[in-house]
């Protein structure tokens, strides 16, 4: 079992490029959170997906972020025209379905840091 | 005011000492509580879930007060690997996303 992926590790982007990253969620888990963590902060979340829906997007910037869940393949957070203020640590989070046990448990993914320049 | 509040710390302890972490949340809507813990610039790990009866897992000790919306952490006769940030973790009734204390920071000491 392969636990949450995240890809890639490190990003390096300059300002007003596009930042993409991915996140396969643990084998069973049908349900994919992702949260941001800024230097010297805390966790603060921003988008929970099922396949192909967007549940709860409160914690989302109102623009130039955006989240899916495809029907097929990874999860995706992509960042449009990034900002120097974005360099953040970005963590990916599963979690079994609604009628499972546990089903508020997280298993985070080991996150994908981008830096922009 | 935060959702959930933590004393950011440091706490220094010596090898074998017991500390313990308090954390407040302010919705009491609140249902379900967890402590996790972080490593540095590594990713969030369950330590465990908080239920209201209270609950151990080896020196790890966890109790919930909901009159006070309150939740601790005790751990005992701590070790080097302890160190850590250590993040209370709350979720509110119908909805699934955590919401996450901003950590507080434990380091053990020789």
């Known amino acids: 079992n392969a636990g949450v992926m995240q890809n890639p590790r490190h990003l390096v982007r300059r300002r007003g490029q596009e930042a993409r990253l991915r996140c396969s969620p643990m084998?069973?888990?049908?349900?994919v959170y992702w949260y941001r963590q800024l230097p010297e902060e805390g966790l603060k979340f921003m988008v929970y997906?099922?396949?192909?829906?967007?549940?709860?997007e409160s914690g989302m910037p109102k623009e130039r972020f955006s989240a899916e869940f495809p029907k097929e393949g990874p999860s995706i957070l992509r960042i449009q025209q990034v900002v120097r203020g974005d360099s953040a640590a970005y963590f990916c989070a599963s979690s079994p379905g609604r009628q499972s046990s546990g089903a508020n448990v997280l298993t985070f993914g080991a996150g994908s840091r981008l830096t922009v320049l | 005011r935060k959702e959930v509040e933590q004393d950011p710390g440091p706490f220094n302890v010596p090898e074998g000492a017991t500390v313990a972490f308090n954390c407040t949340y302010s919705n009491s809507a609140s249902q379900s509580f967890f402590w996790y813990r972080q490593d540095c610039r590594k990713e969030p790990k369950l330590l465990m879930s908080?239920?209201?009866s209270g609950n151990e897992d080896g020196r790890f000790t966890a109790q919930l007060n909901r009159a006070s919306q309150y939740i601790s952490l005790l751990i005992r006769d701590s070790k080097l690997s302890d160190s850590a940030t250590y993040l209370c973790?709350?979720?509110?009734?119908?909805?699934?996303?955590?919401?996450f204390g901003s950590g507080t920071r434990l380091q053990v000491q020789p």
């Open positions: 908080v239920y209201s």
């Open positions: 973790v709350v979720s509110r009734t119908g909805r699934r996303a955590l919401t």
């Open positions: 084998k069973g888990h049908s349900h």
């Open positions: 997906l099922q396949k192909e829906n967007i549940i709860d």
